[in-house]
């Protein structure tokens, strides 16, 4: 329970700085200045009034100094990273798991929340991810290295053929994310990809069914949040999905 709690704790804190890489990273300005302020009064952010959660409550939502109203968007994203790193050190029980795991989840909200918005997953997002979960993997499991660089290869590979196949549905951002994915969770990247796939291929079917197929084609989805609900899921429970294929379907 105490790495747990670490977890949530360190989550909270790491999705008060993803609201901030969402904010500013599509707008090309700097993570670190200037420091966080009131995009209406521009008034700096106390630090006591920069705790992740907790003070956009005791604030009710505005800012001190002028009223605006802060969005919730921001604890939220705070909340659900807590919630999600905790996730992933419960269901992992290796510390490669844990640490690659807790990447995945750094990774991918960002990446999803970027892409609805702006239509694009930043390299500075999936670079530095991708260089990380090579010294986290081989740092604490060098043995399971060459398989998490095939799978990326494999995951990254895949979607390059559909994107270069149908441009207009599938980015080079989704095949670099994917690729970083593999690097993460290994043969796990393939139930990811999968739920990715069937949950965007559902969507597209709803808003077929109701828009009409003309109107409905046209409509522009981004993958990248399917990518991240993929990634979500293997993160909670790809590996059990991976031994039930083995032994099932395989043997």
Same mark, same amino acid.
């Given at each position: ?155 990254? *590979? ?6 270069? &196949?149908? #441009?207009? @549905? ?6 670099? !994310? +994917? %690729? /970083? ?30 828009? *009409? ?6 409509? &522009?989805? #981004?993958? @990248? ?6 990634? !979500? +899921? %293997? /993160? ?16």
């Amino acid at each position: 329970m105490e790495a747990a709690t670490f977890a949530g704790v360190l989550g909270a804190i790491f999705g008060s700085f993803l609201n901030v890489v969402v904010h500013r990273l599509p707008r090309h300005e700097s993570l670190i200045h200037p420091a966080s302020h009131c995009p209406g009064c521009g008034s700096p952010v106390k630090p006591y009034d920069n705790i992740p959660i907790l003070s956009w409550l005791a604030l009710r939502g505005h800012c001190r100094s002028c009223g605006e109203p802060i969005s919730p968007r921001y604890p939220l994203v705070e909340a659900a990273t807590a919630a999600l790193c905790v996730g992933a050190v419960l269901a992992n029980g290796s510390a490669v798991g844990i640490a690659l795991g807790i990447l995945t989840v750094l990774l991918v909200v960002p990446s999803a929340l970027i892409d609805l918005e702006h239509r694009v997953i930043p390299n500075r997002i999936t670079a530095p991810a991708a260089v990380l979960a090579l010294v986290l993997g081989l740092a604490l499991d060098p043995s399971g290295e060459p398989g998490r660089l095939l799978a990326g290869a494999a995951a990254g *590979g895949f979607l390059l053929v559909a994107a270069l &196949a149908y #441009p207009a @549905g599938m980015g080079m951002g989704d095949v670099k !994310l +994917a %690729a /970083v994915l593999g690097l993460c969770l290994g043969a796990a990247v393939g139930p990811a990809i999968l739920i990715a796939l069937v949950s965007g291929v559902l969507l597209g079917a709803l808003i077929i069914a109701r828009k *009409g197929a003309a109107a409905g084609r046209k409509t &522009a989805i #981004p993958f @990248g949040p399917f990518l991240a609900v993929g990634a !979500l +899921a %293997a /993160v909670f429970a790809g590996q059990q999905i991976v031994d039930l294929y083995i032994n099932h379907v395989v043997h």
